[in-house]
């Protein structure tokens, strides 16, 4: 089975305008702009057969073709990274069984989440739509409460069912926890939603021809539109290993990131 890798990127982000361009600096002092590090994580995905950046700004283009990277221009007009990706497939041809999002702003993602997702739709060959999810440590679960607490919207998570279909996915803290905490000699029950998708080019086509859906309005998360649709999105359960995944939404993160670079 064949998978390809798209990055949807665009300069004009609410709550961060300009985000692909920030530069991240490692421990090595080597300073690399997000859209790039990104790259970098998509390219260590053995089994994707090509990575393709999606954008509508010149300024992103640019510099994706600056450091060797593979481009698709698309239209202003597209309202998330889903859409963008279904226009890209089509702009571009592709012909992939499998198209995965690796969203811009997610350069922390191990390879293994990728392939842990595209290995999920091997088995799973009915499967539309899939999504990783994380489970929380104590330091996630602190920086999501933070941003909250701080009035800023930050990463997102996600409950699911036995059958590891999706429930629901929030921009909130689910499920409810009491204002202590877990119990501490027990698993954190809050699973991270990793930013990652895989998709069927026909749950694209789908997708891409619906109207945007209330939850997905409020929340300001595009799978909700699968699952308003009556669309299933399997979650899968990834493995952190001891690495840190964190998401750039807010320039508070930055330096979150560059901590673990």
Known sequence: MSAVIIIPARYAS????GKPLVMLQDSAGVR????????????AVLDATAVYVATDDVRIADC???FG???IMTDPACRNGTERC???VDV???TADVVVNLQGDAPLTPAWFVADLIASMVANPDDMVATPVLRCDAQTLKNFRDDRAAGK???TTAVFGTDMNGLYFSKEVIPYLPPEGPDPAAQIPVFHHVGVYAYRRKALHDYAAASPTPLEQLEGLEQLRFLEMGLAVRCVVVEGRGRV???LNNPVDVARIEKVL
Do not use: H
């Not at 609410?14 to 305008?17: G, I, N, V």
């Not at 690399?32 to 390219?43: F, G």
């Open 86 to 88: 279904a226009q890209a």
């Open 69 to 71: 990277g593979q481009v």
């Open 92 to 94: 571009a041809g592709l």
């Open 14 to 17: 609410t709550r961060y305008p």
């Open 245 to 247: 995944f964190w998401e």
């Open 32 to 43: 690399k702009t997000l859209i790039e590090r990104s790259w970098d994580a998509a390219c």
């Open 64 to 66: 994706v073709s600056g």
């Open 153 to 155: 919207v930050g990463g």
